[in-house]
């Protein structure tokens, strides 16, 4: 989209945190894949994520969240609009019930490392996904063993210049999906954790991490799992199996070798080249087992 220069002045006018244009996505994906985002803004607090979006939103600017861009793929022409990131949302509290309250930019990865600090328990299964505890409420992040919105207490919320709040139960999680009202940006959450002994917390998530460094492709950036376990029980990884999938190459774009439902990027792959073998996955394992694959990850942008 067309930015005029007094739109692009106007927005690094009120903004008190980062705005940039053109910014590259795939600087921002865990895949490194994605082309540009016309506008890129990391809010510093709740005012200057609202005035902002206030902009965009009279600007009929459509705007995207980013969390640690860990399952999302930004096409190779990239996001026309304006992708948020709450990165400066950092913080992490207690209090004397043990309710943690997180700001929705802390990578899961450093609330882990509190959570063993100050000997709290529930966040385990989550050790070694490397997403925002924004992005992990949304997506429900999680295990066979557990997911986040297990130990979710509360949630907040912008959408259109107002704040909201929902406690636990009304909030639907589901299998790797949370609902909330189109367009709302989570800022703030609360954990109900629970104290326990600091070592069984650290040798539980050593164990785990050791299980993924076993069957994941490491190496490689990904966006970890393509596709959603179908509801009948059966895995998306058996079921590509069956295909014989693994190590099929779509230009940069590779099926692990290591775990079937992955797709690698070996250095130089599109988002068309990942798009393409995500096309054929799907064909493939409908024409073998007549299911049809729905992806885990969020696909966007042009
Ligand atoms: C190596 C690897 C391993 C993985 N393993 C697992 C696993 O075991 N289990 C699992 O569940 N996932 C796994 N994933 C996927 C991914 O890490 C999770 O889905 C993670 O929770 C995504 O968080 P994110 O911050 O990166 O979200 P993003 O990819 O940035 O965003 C995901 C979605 O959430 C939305 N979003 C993000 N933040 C906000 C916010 N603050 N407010 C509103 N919307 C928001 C985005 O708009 C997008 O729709 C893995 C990924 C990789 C690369």
């Keep these: 989209m067309t930015l005029s220069l007094d ?6 006018s009120i903004a008190k945190g980062r705005i940039s244009f053109d910014e590259p996505m795939r600087d921002h994906t865990t895949i490194k894949i994605g082309g540009p985002a016309d506008i890129w803004f990391e809010p510093l607090d709740l005012e200057d994520l609202k005035i902002v979006t206030a902009c965009a939103d009279r600007n009929d600017i459509p705007k995207h969240i980013f969390g640690n861009g860990s399952n999302t793929l930004v096409r190779d022409k990239g996001i026309r609009g304006m992708a948020i990131t709450l990165s400066k949302f950092d913080w992490i509290n207690k209090n004397e019930e043990n309710i943690v309250c997180v700001g929705a930019g802390v990578h899961l990865q450093r609330l882990l490392g509190w959570s063993v600090e100050n000997s709290l328990s529930g966040l385990e299964e989550l050790a070694g996904i490397p997403g925002t505890v924004g992005g992990a409420v949304i997506m429900n992040a999680g295990t066979k063993d557990g997911s986040i919105g297990d130990v979710v207490k509360n949630l907040k919320w912008a959408s259109k210049g107002r704040v909201y709040s929902a406690e636990k139960g009304d909030l639907e999680f589901s299998y790797r999906k949370l609902k909330l009202p189109r367009g709302a940006i989570v800022f703030e959450i609360s954990l109900g954790l629970k104290p326990s002994d600091k070592q069984e917390i650290e040798s539980k998530i050593e164990k785990i991490r050791h299980r993924r460094k076993e069957v994941q492709p490491l190496l490689w950036p990904s966006l970890g799992s393509v596709f959603k376990n179908p509801a009948s029980g059966s895995k998306a990884w058996g079921l590509i199996d ?18 079937a439902n992955w797709i690698v990027n070996e250095g130089n792959a599109t988002a068309k080249d990942v798009e393409v073998l995500i096309k054929m996955v799907k064909e493939r394992v409908k024409e073998k087992s007549d ?7 969020v696909i966007i942008g042009e």
């Excluded at 739109?7 to 690094?12: A, D, F, I, V």
């Excluded at 190590?247 to 290591?258: K, L, P």
């Design 291 to 297: 299911v049809i694959l729905e992806p885990e990850i």
């Design 242 to 259: 069956d295909c014989n999938l693994r190590g099929v190459r779509v230009g940069g774009a590779r099926i692990s070798n290591e775990h």
């Design 7 to 12: 739109l692009k002045n106007e927005l690094q």
